[in-house]
């Protein structure tokens, strides 16, 4: 008998944009509790249940089992109004969002309405390097954590010492507003008093999380630990400085949830057949020139518009330097591939296999981007339309081929293929996910 793995984490090992919720809808029906642990509202997780589509950007991807708990991890940044917003709009629709089975660490950092402003008033400011964030306030939370500015949810718990510290820091934004141009500004008691009112309503679903998590695991409940964006938007091995502010990879699902690392017991990576970034930075598959209407092709099939912005993503052929890279970095036991069926009908399709850099052919993904660096490609059969298969026999053989050439060039077992937008449109070839 095959025994079972305990505890996922499932990651993006692209930039981003996947299709992780739908994975993690999946194995939740088979899980205890879902843990998010880093990023914030950047992130839009989309999940299709029959005809309805919701879309989450904080409440992890677990939310609509009933079975399963699901717990924002203390290596996330807060956005406590986004939290009520998701968690009533759930309600209204009949899913069970109490303090039972929604569980928020009372250690998460939390986004206040300067941090957005600061996301975005840089942005429009800087005559550089813009990086196109999704202006949600990411990175000037995460810069607080690290510079000992930022706010822990908890803290709200003892409001004297609290207000005393934030209005000093509050005075401290102001000028970096004003210096970039910012002057439309909610006073400190406007930003004090909102976020008072909201941690009133969140204080029930705060606990100490890593030490739940820790019991739960102990106790042998399976835990998805669900990532956001991928590994190539990692603060330290992605495309710097075009990344998000956390870390992605695999490392970071035990310090942004508390629990040790030897509870991660296997890790999942995901990608898509194709390749997709939003905002700036280096793409080396990314479909230009003579190659732009087959980009502009998967755009439109792939319906690729950010759930969080609405921004369209850049699109192009399969990596598999990059791939190699995050499947190394994040130590993955398996892959799961999505979108398969939106390559579907093109008579060709290409994944690269190789860079040149300095003349000099390379499949090791760089660390600086100051090169030019050029994809070099392996071309295959494209494949028919074929649609919402769950079992391997009905997949077309030249599919298949390619599912196998990713495999032999990472050296990891495709064990999910994601068919469809639908719950069910999945094939699994790894009977210890289950
Ligand atoms: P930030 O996370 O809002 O600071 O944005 C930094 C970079 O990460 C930008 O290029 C964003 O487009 C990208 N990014 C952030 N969240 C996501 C996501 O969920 N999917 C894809 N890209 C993202």
New binding site residues.
């Given amino acids: 008998m095959t025994s079972k793995v305990q505890n996922i984490v499932l990651l993006?090992i692209q930039?981003?944009?996947e299709g992780k919720a739908k994975i993690i809808d999946h194995l939740a029906e088979k899980a205890d509790i879902v843990v998010r642990f880093q990023?914030?509202n950047?992130?839009?997780h989309t999940i299709v249940v029959g005809s309805e589509k919701t879309v989450l950007h904080l409440i992890p991807s677990g939310v609509l089992h009933p079975q399963t708990v699901n717990v924002v991890g203390n290596g996330v940044v807060f956005d406590m109004g986004v939290f009520l917003e998701e968690k009533n709009k759930l309600a209204s629709r009949g899913v069970h969002v109490g303090p039972e089975r929604l569980k928020v660490s009372e250690l998460c950092h939390v986004i206040l309405s300067y941090h957005q402003l600061l996301?975005r008033g840089r942005e429009k400011f800087s005559t550089g390097v813009k990086?196109?964030?999704?202006?949600?306030g990411?990175?000037p939370t995460y810069g607080d954590k690290a510079m000992r500015l930022g706010v822990r949810i908890g803290e709200f718990r003892n409001v004297k010492p609290l207000k005393q510290r934030l209005e000093d820091t509050y005075k401290e934004k102001c000028l970096q507003l004003k210096e970039l141009g910012v002057t439309e500004v909610p006073s400190f008691s406007e930003i004090f008093e909102k976020s008072l009112e909201h941690y009133e309503q969140i204080k029930p679903h705060l606990i100490d999380t890593s030490r739940y998590l820790s019991e739960q695991s102990a106790n042998g409940k399976r835990i998805i630990f669900e990532g956001?964006?991928?590994t190539l938007?990692d603060i330290d091995y992605g495309t710097y400085p075009?990344?998000?502010?956390?870390n992605t990879s695999s490392g970071f699902a035990a310090c942004g949830s508390g629990v040790a690392p030897s509870h991660l017991h296997y890790v999942l990576g995901l990608t898509k057949a194709y390749t997709t970034?939003?905002?700036?930075?280096p793409f080396p598959t990314e479909c230009l020139g003579a190659d732009e209407a087959i980009g502009k092709e998967i755009a439109t099939k792939g319906n690729e518009f950010?759930?969080?912005?609405g921004?369209p993503?850049r699109c192009g052929w399969l990596d598999l330097v990059a791939l190699k890279r995050a499947v190394t970095l994040n130590g993955c036991h398996g892959l799961a591939l999505s979108k398969l069926d939106i390559l579907s009908g093109f008579p060709e399709v290409k994944m690269a296999t190789d860079y040149v850099i300095d003349g000099q052919k390379t499949q090791d993904f760089p660390n600086f981007w100051d090169r030019e660096v050029k994809a070099e490609y392996q071309s295959f059969k494209g494949w028919p339309a074929f649609s919402g298969a769950a079992r391997e026999s009905q997949l077309p053989s030249e599919l298949l081929t390619f599912v196998k050439a990713i495999e032999d060039y990472t050296k990891v077992k495709v064990v999910m293929i994601s068919t469809g937008q639908k719950r069910d449109e999945m094939v699994i070839r790894d009977a210890r996910l289950n």
């Fill in positions: 993006g930039w981003g944009d990023g914030g950047n992130a839009g996301d990086i196109g964030t999704t202006g949600r990411i990175g956001a964006q991928g938007l075009f990344v998000t502010s956390s970034r939003v905002g700036a930075g950010g759930s969080t912005t921004r993503r």
